[in-house]
């Protein structure tokens, strides 16, 4: 096996499958057997849009017609290149330019017959002492770099060396100002300061202030610092939407701190950038044993200016789900010593365990509401609740069939009503103990009568309101209305009289 790995490297790592029988039972292996079945699985390399050195990994393709827009635009086109490209660019741009320059200073001197006539004392030639390529070559230097060694000059007999001499001189300006220029913006860009804003390795989840948070670490190497220096993170993730369209790298946003300020940065010291995790935030209902299945990438990016030169610098950088530690924290890296901060680099990256709930956001707030005391009333059901105002119209209906002195002896002409209102309201916690009868206040007043006990009371009373209304008569009334079914023929003339008037 050492073997194995010495031949395919690190990247390999062994994995034991056995094969189960029909019944749903795996048959019992020996050692031999086991090491048989071993195989070598490469470990799937996780595609990053982001390394973590900030380059992006994405390539344009068929472009088609469009590269010509790269032509449109070449000053950015060679800034954009790499520094072998630039260089390349660089000295073949001026060795054409040269070697072409002094073909014409040579064909110059060629149509006029200079080279022939060169050493006849009273010829004047147009540009004196260039006898063949490499003095012409030799005289386009000099004049370009105006070194001047007054060897070799052009006479007032060439009109056509001077027209010449104008467009060399011109055509030098150009090339001088666009390739000089393209190296100057190629060595100033602030890319190589980026490499000194440095991001920890890992970013942790654990509880901070009471609120479980992600967190990663920044900081900045140099003593210049970054002006205005802002830091935003995106969460790329594939989803699908509710039409059904696939989004493979869906940003979103993660508040790091926009609504308060801490975005901006005061970078002098390495800072520990905080994401609340809360119902707005994308990892509301990720858990630790939901991370195990997610794939995630958070970007990260840190813009400021920089102080020396001015120029605006971003640093990038991203983590996947496996580089995001559930349960850690950073080490402390600031410590004050005689007179000045010290910032111990070695421990940036270092993390350290601690208690964290292995929930998720939801998974708590769920916990949290369930385990709290109910306070609401106990009718919350909306059937139930329809049920009980039936109830409650059933009981109004039959005082309102009672005869009126009934009524006024019994007092309770609203109470229907009254605990329609209060049933029909259950998000109200605090009411009145007035609304209620007598009877209820008394049993409201008792200690250890819940609102529960109360509730479940009234339910009771309610169910059974004629024998909740006798009992509360007088003593004669309850003689005469009587428990069970009453006999007409047992009240008075007057109460016969005053039920038959109110039944027809």
């Known amino acids: 096996m050492s073997a194995l790995r010495r031949k395919f490297g690190d990247d390999y790592q062994v994995v034991t499958t056995s094969s189960s029988s029909g019944s749903g039972l795996q048959p019992q292996q020996g050692p031999q057997q086991q090491q048989q079945q071993q195989q070598l699985v490469p470990k799937k390399k996780r595609q990053r849009f982001v390394d973590k050195n900030g ?10 017609s469009e590269t010509s827009r790269y032509l449109s635009d070449l000053f950015t086109t ?11 660019i660089f000295i073949l741009t001026y060795t054409v330019a040269w070697l072409f320059m002094a073909s014409m200073w040579w064909v110059i001197a060629y149509t006029r017959g200079d080279l022939n006539q060169a ?3 009273n ?8 006898y063949n390529f490499p003095s012409a070559f030799l005289f386009f230097i000099e004049t370009e770099a105006t070194i001047g060694y007054g060897y070799r000059y052009i006479t007032d007999k060439c009109p056509e060396g001077i027209i010449l001499f104008l467009f060399q001189s011109i ?3 150009i090339v001088d100002a666009f390739l000089i220029g393209c190296m100057f913006i190629k060595m100033s860009q602030p890319k190589k300061r980026a490499e000194t804003l440095m991001f920890s390795e890992h970013a942790v989840i654990s509880m901070r202030d009471g609120k479980l948070t992600l967190m990663f670490r920044v900081g900045n190497l ?22 059904g369209e696939f989004l493979p790298l869906d940003q979103l946003e993660l508040d790091v701190g926009f609504s308060t300020g801490a975005d901006q940065l005061f970078l002098v010291s390495p800072l520990t950038i905080c994401h609340v995790i809360d119902a707005k935030s994308p990892f509301y209902d990720l858990s630790q044993r939901s991370m195990q299945t997610e794939q995630f990438e958070i970007v990260v990016i840190l813009e400021g ?12 950088t991203s983590y996947t789900e496996d580089e995001v530690l559930w349960g850690h924290r950073f080490f402390p890296v600031i410590s004050l010593e005689e007179g000045f901060f010290k910032v111990d680099y070695s421990q940036f990256h270092a993390t350290f365990e601690v208690p964290t709930t292995p929930y998720s956001v939801k998974d708590q707030e769920e916990m949290l509401l369930m385990s709290s005391p109910l306070i609401a009333p106990a009718i919350t059901n909306s059937k139930e609740r329809h049920n009980s105002v039936d109830c409650l119209d059933g009981l109004d209906d039959i005082s309102t069939k009672l005869p009126s002195k009934l009524q006024k002896m019994t007092g309770r002409e609203d109470f229907p009503r009254k605990l329609l209102r209060m049933s029909s309201t259950t998000s109200e916690k605090a009411y009145s103990l007035g609304d209620l009868p007598m009877k209820l206040q008394r049993i409201s007043s008792v200690p250890g009568n819940s609102e529960e006990k109360l509730v479940s009371k009234a339910t009771k009373m309610l169910s059974d309101p004629m024998s909740q209304s006798v009992a509360d008569l007088p003593p004669k009334l309850q003689r005469m209305a009587g428990g ?5 023929g047992n009240l008075p003339a007057k109460l016969r009289k005053m039920n038959s008037d109110r039944f027809t």
């Open 55 to 64: 380059r992006c990994n994405v390539q344009h393709g068929n472009l088609g």
């Open 78 to 88: 060679l800034v954009d290149l790499k520094w072998r490209w630039n260089l390349f």
């Open 119 to 121: 050493h006849v004392g």
């Open 123 to 130: 010829y004047t030639p147009c540009v004196a002492n260039v």
């Open 171 to 173: 055509l030098g300006s």
């Open 222 to 243: 140099r003593n210049s610092h970054m002006v205005s220096a802002q830091i935003r993170c995106k969460l790329l993730k594939s989803r699908q939407t509710p039409e």
């Open 305 to 316: 200016i920089v102080e020396t030169t001015g120029m605006t610098c971003q640093a990038r």
């Open 484 to 488: 069970g079914p009453r006999m007409e």
